[in-house]
């Protein structure tokens, strides 16, 4: 599986200071940070239970070529994005011969944004040899309104 790293946390979490201080009928500002800790907390938790992402964030993932999310078969490069919703994918990049991150053209891979999980494909050919080592991919994920 791939490695997810939180790169952009999000704007908002889905219940506010206010509403949530209404509901414990708490009036005083001094649990405030302690309140507002809880509510981001609370929010994380709900997000790895589920698998899905509440309020839209950016991840970056890391794919290793012999990982279960990688497979090369009919000439076809497919990654299977396992955080969701998927919004967009920012950017695909690999890692040449020389170590370093070349940035893949997206008119040369397409998403599917709507499957579950959501997939990428590329042509297998784009991801020969040693680029197919290492494959770092920041994505975006859907806000859900």
């Not at 500002?29 to 997000?47: C, M, Q, Y």
């Not at 994918?89 to 070349?102: F, G």
């Amino acid at each position: 599986m791939g490695k997810y790293e939180l790169v952009t946390k999000p704007a908002v979490e889905p219940v506010s200071l206010v509403e949530m201080k209404n509901y414990l009928r708490v009036e005083a500002a001094d649990d405030d940070a302690f309140i507002s800790d809880l509510i981001g907390t609370a929010r994380v938790w709900v997000e790895k239970a589920c698998g899905r992402c509440l309020i839209a964030q950016t991840w970056r993932g890391w794919f290793h070529a012999n990982s279960d999310d990688v497979s090369f078969r009919d000439g076809q490069f497919r990654l299977r994005l396992e955080r969701r919703p998927l919004m967009a994918v920012q950017m695909l990049a690999t890692v040449n011969d020389t170590q370093q991150v070349v940035a893949v053209d997206p008119l040369d891979y397409q998403v599917d944004a709507w499957s579950e999980p959501a997939l990428l494909y590329a042509s297998d050919t784009l991801l020969s040899g040693s680029l197919r080592s290492f494959l770092p991919l920041p994505v975006a994920y859907r806000d859900w309104e």
